[in-house]
């Protein structure tokens, strides 16, 4: 967790992380259960740079507080969102 105390969420869409599917990340920051709204801090990068690292499967890549998420879709972010705040 960062120094504020709220988990990083970062999220890429660049091109190929958005035609892949982080086109439907977009609207995460409302998906998030109520709960843990105040505790997430999303950023949007135009590039995470992880497409081209042949270790960390296919996009759309996320990252929550460091840890890569491939294949990130709204279901997977919540659950690692959890799973981070839940112990």
Known sequence: MEESGK??????????CFVMGASKLQEIENLIP???????????????????NSKYMKAPFVKVDGEIISEATVEKVIRAIESKLNG
Request: charged letters at 30%.
């Open 7 to 16: 988990i990083k969420l970062e999220l890429c869409f660049g091109t190929t």
């Open 34 to 52: 109520p709960q843990y709204k105040n505790k997430v801090e999303v950023k949007a990068h135009t590039c995470l740079d992880l497409c081209k």
